[in-house]
């Protein structure tokens, strides 16, 4: 059995595979699969509800794992074992780190994969049949090459159209606009520490997602003792990788004064923002 699948994002790259694709500018696919983590703008989730309108020759379909804001704040009230974010960290001797990333893994990754299970007719546990061949279209343009990425799966091969293409994100908007179509929005979650600055005062835009971030980040600063004790992580953790609470940051001096994680903001496992 083979199936071509798109991993949809609702970002700028991926939305514009998944319109190319209705178009019939790129080959069809069986189905879209948007990995629902809970934690998006509410832009993105008018996005997709906007896309589900355009697109009819294949389905779209939303999976989800767990809420991954929900288990944020099941962390910082001490009920949950394992941290799955990157939060950036300062020990009580001032040094500064950061903390492994899982949540794509588990959030996006394993949810997609699971699906795509599903649609293969798998049960839980149950191996593939001989010859089955899976392409999952990537949104990872030409200007980002450096997120292709294997799939550690065998029998699924990651596809980077965009790349194949020679497409860069400028392009993707453009691409877009040249349809009549209006740019989307950034996909990644609103409390996502990989944010740049110029990010973060996007984010801040929307009061009441900037509101449900600074209730997050003052519960996990006030409950440290209690994070400690149920996860095993004594230093204190931050969103913002200056170490300092993002409703305390001006974001325009942060960027005068240079990155400690020069770059990190761009670092993905190729499964998000996209």
């Not at 997709?48 to 809420?67: A, G, M, Q």
Request: aromatic share 8%.
């Amino acid at each position: 059995m083979a199936l071509r699948i798109l991993s949809l994002g609702a970002g700028v790259q991926s939305s514009t595979l998944a319109l190319m694709i209705e178009h019939g500018e790129l080959p069809p696919i069986d189905a879209a699969i948007f990995a629902d983590v809970k934690g998006e703008p509410k832009k993105v989730y008018e996005w997709l509800e906007y896309l589900k309108t355009k697109i009819t020759s294949y389905p779209i379909h939303v999976v989800t794992w767990r809420d991954l804001k929900q288990d944020l704040i099941d962390i910082a009230n001490g009920n949950r074992k394992k941290i799955p974010i990157p939060f950036f960290t300062i020990d009580n001797k001032g040094k500064k780190g950061m903390m492994r990333r899982q949540c794509t893994a588990d959030y996006k990754i394993k949810p997609v994969t699971n699906k795509i299970r599903d649609l293969l007719g798998l049960k839980k546990g149950e191996k593939r049949k001989a010859g089955t061949q899976v392409d999952l279209l990537m949104g990872i343009s030409q200007d980002e090459i450096s997120r292709m990425k294997r799939n550690p799966i065998k029998y699924i091969n990651n596809v980077y159209p965009l790349v194949e293409k020679k497409m860069s994100r400028k392009d993707c908007i453009t691409w877009m606009k040249n349809n009549s179509y209006p740019t989307p929005p950034r996909s990644a979650c609103t409390f996502c520490p990989f944010h740049s600055n110029e990010e973060w005062k996007r984010v801040k835009e929307n009061k009441e997602e900037w509101d449900e971030i600074i209730a997050l980040e003052k519960l996990l600063l006030k409950n440290k003792d209690k994070i400690a004790e149920a996860t095993g992580v004594k230093s204190q953790i931050f969103l913002h990788r200056s170490c300092k609470s993002v409703n305390e940051i001006d974001f325009e001096q942060e960027d005068k004064q240079g990155d400690f994680f020069y770059g990190m903001e761009n670092e993905c496992e190729g499964m998000c923002g996209i």
